[in-house]
Structures are given as structure tokens and as C-alpha cells.
């Protein structure tokens, strides 16, 4: 079994003109996967789904968190819940497929049934054929186990271990950072939501987003206008790191107004943007005129989804009159993303290299990725501590 060697994490703890990266164990041992899923995953606000995922009363949406399964469901009020998926009777799985509810949520092996708020309503033949009720079992106490959420740009977010401060103070920094765009998102339509389904851990696609030092070789399209030297370093120890860029080009076509930008913006948002990755798993982008979230699911040590959803400023862009536009900006975002692919999945081979010693950082481009494998170090350390 492969363990987490101390040593190595503080090798990575080092400023970054002396720090080491993440070893190869990171990327490619199932023991240290499972050991990141708890200290690194389970003990933070991670996002899991979409606002947009279960958008009318009574939709509810299963998620595979790490093998946890959730619950996403919309209660009668428009209240979103987070609950394990999980019947409090036997462990039977509760809702296999997204899909509306219409009346009570039941599981499917004894039929025990649950309000989309989470208490437990009925309990059929529990107390014997034709008796729904017993007095050992009290259904006060017996209602879906609720997982601690948060919602922010309609990103779900949990916090499995519900040890977490709250979101609000966690991101305090970036909530005021971005506070200009605090207003309503809007999802697009089909158009807008997309997945990749990409050979490589989750952490190395946090990386490469990090940063805009790849941007000439892998990106011509996007670098010919807004350049390497566009870009500005976004960093905030232990929360969040990216890149910024001064020449952002809204989208236009011919004949069609463009997408209306976010009310209230100041003048610095007129051709800049900010991309950055929330720790752990969330990697959002910001423009004047929308923006857009992708949720990574680590699948295995090997294997990651990407999650994409593009939103919006006003809910007239939802609408008919909108959509060339949306299926172009959906165009170009999907080309930019698939271009990652190569990059990341090919860092994922070459941690197979049992001579790689977790690389070296440009002490003048890498600042960014450098503090996610900071922060992971420091989620790993923490977390051997507590058990110490």
C-alpha cells in the first residue's frame, strides 16, 4: 500500500523557486486517492451539481460524490436539498435516474416514503401486514440524513464531514473580490451544458487551469488575441488561484444584439476577465456579459468528468432570439476546454514515470499552481494530524 510520505508534502510546502510538486502516488495510487477523498474532498466545500440540475419542484437528481451517493431535490416551496441517497430502513438506494416526484419519494424495496423536505411519512406493513406503524419505530428520528450545502451561482456545494467554516467565511475573499457579479445567473439552454470525459486525476486539471503560461502552445486561437502577456496572476493562499486577462472580446454576430452585460458592472470589467479555481474541485469563469462553472467528478485516480455549464446575465438570453449566439459562445468555450485535453491527460501518462519527482515550478509563471498543491499538501497534513 502506498502511503503519503510526510516528507514529500513538505517538499511542496517550500516557496516556489524551491518547492517540489505533488508526487506521482497523487495521480496514480487508489490508497492515496482514497486518502485525498476524505482529507481533501469530504473535509471542504466541494461542488457536486447545478442549481439548473433539478430546476422545478419535484425534481430530484442522484450525484456519485467519491462512491458517496446524493441526493439533489427540489421541494414543493422551491427549497433545494442535499441528502444522502440512502433509505433509512435498509441502505436501499432512493432514486436511480434524474426524474420528477410527484407525490412522495419512495423506496423501492419496502416502499417507505419521504416528503422532498427530507422527514419520513410512511411506513408500510412495518408493524406487521396491514399495521404502518410501531412504537419502536419512531419516524421523527428516521429522515433522510442531510448532507451540509451551500449554493452560490447556482454551484451545489457540500461539505460531507459538515466540519467545514461556513462558505461564506471560507470565500470571504472572492465573494468580495467578485462582489459585482453578484447579481441572478441564468442557465442556457442544452447548449450550454456539456461534459468531457477526460483521462486524467482531478488535481491536474485544477492545475493546468490555474495557469496562462500554456496559453501560446495550447491555445493559438484565444492567445492571438488575448495574449501571454494579457494575463495577471490571481492568487489567495488557501482558497483559490487562477488567471486574469485585460483583453476580453465580447462575442458578436451579425444582425443580433449582444448578450446584455451584468447591470452595475464598473468600467475595469469592460475587456477583462477572471478565471479561477475554487478549492478543491470548481473552476469558474467571469466576463461582463456571462459566465461559466466547470465541476470536476473525480471518477478514479485515472479518470475525471468535467462538468460544464454556461450562464447568464438576464433571463430574456434564455429565450429563442438568444440561441445563435449561445450555440456559438457554447462553440468556442467547448473548443477551448477540448484543447486542455491532450495536455492533461498526457500529464496523467507521464505520472507513470517512476523517476518523476513531482517537477519543478517557474518561480515567474507557476505561483498559481503551485499554491493548489500547497493547499492539498496542507489539507493532507491537517488531516494526518487530526488522527494522530
Known amino acids: 500500500m502506498q502511503h503519503i510520505q510526510t516528507e514529500d508534502l513538505h517538499a511542496v510546502l517550500k516557496d516556489v523557486s524551491q518547492a517540489r510538486g505533488l508526487p506521482n502516488a497523487h495521480y496514480i495510487s487508489p490508497e492515496v486517492f482514497a486518502q485525498e477523498r476524505q482529507a481533501v474532498l469530504f473535509e471542504n466545500w466541494s461542488g457536486v451539481g447545478f442549481g439548473a440540475d433539478v430546476p422545478e419542484p419535484g425534481d430530484v437528481m442522484p450525484v456519485d460524490f467519491l462512491g458517496m451517493p446524493l441526493l439533489l431535490a427540489r421541494d414543493r416551496q422551491g427549497g433545494l436539498h442535499v441528502y444522502q441517497n440512502t433509505c433509512r430502513h435498509r441502505g436501499m438506494i432512493l432514486v436511480e435516474e434524474k426524474r420528477k416526484v410527484e407525490g412522495a419519494l419512495r423506496c423501492p424495496y419496502h416502499s417507505w416514503c419521504y416528503a422532498l423536505t427530507g422527514e419520513l411519512r410512511a411506513t408500510p406493513h412495518v408493524g406487521g401486514p396491514g399495521h404502518n406503524t410501531h412504537r419502536e419505530v419512531d419516524k421523527g428520528d428516521l429522515g433522510l440524513i442531510r448532507v451540509r450545502h451551500h449554493v452560490w451561482r447556482d454551484i451545489v456545494f457540500v461539505n460531507v464531514s459538515g466540519t467545514a467554516a461556513p462558505f461564506e467565511e471560507v470565500h470571504a475573499d472572492l465573494l468580495q473580490r467578485w462582489a459585482e457579479f453578484e447579481h441572478p445567473v441564468y442557465a442556457g439552454g442544452p447548449e450550454s451544458r456539456f461534459e468531457l470525459d477526460v483521462a486524467t486525476n482531478w488535481k491536474l486539471a485544477v492545475e493546468n487551469y490555474c495557469e496562462s503560461y500554456h496559453l501560446p502552445w495550447v491555445h493559438p486561437g484565444l492567445n492571438s488575441y488575448s495574449r501571454l502577456e494579457d494575463h495577471y496572476h490571481i492568487e489567495a493562499p488557501g482558497a483559490y488561484s487562477g488567471q486574469g486577462t485585460l483583453v476580453y472580446r465580447q462575442l458578436k454576430r451579425e444582425g443580433l444584439a449582444p448578450f446584455p452585460d451584468v447591470p452595475g458592472l464598473s468600467d475595469t470589467w469592460e475587456t477583462a476577465a477572471e478565471y479561477v479555481a475554487l478549492y478543491p474541485n470548481v473552476l469558474l469563469g467571469v466576463h461582463r456579459d456571462h459566465s461559466f462553472a466547470i465541476l470536476l467528478q473525480p471518477i478514479s485516480t485515472e479518470r475525471t468528468i468535467e462538468h460544464v455549464a454556461l450562464y447568464y446575465t438576464a ?74
Open 315 to 388: 433571463p430574456e438570453v434564455q429565450g429563442s432570439s438568444y440561441q445563435a449566439l449561445r450555440d456559438d459562445n457554447a462553440t468556442l468555450w467547448k473548443g477551448v476546454f477540448e484543447e486542455d485535453v491532450f495536455v492533461v491527460e498526457g500529464m496523467q501518462r507521464g505520472r507513470h514515470g517512476v523517476l518523476f519527482d513531482g517537477g519543478r515550478f517557474s518561480p515567474a509563471m507557476d505561483g498559481p499552481t503551485h499554491l493548489f498543491h500547497h493547499w492539498v499538501a496542507s489539507q493532507i497534513l491537517k488531516g494526518q494530524e487530526a488522527q494522530a
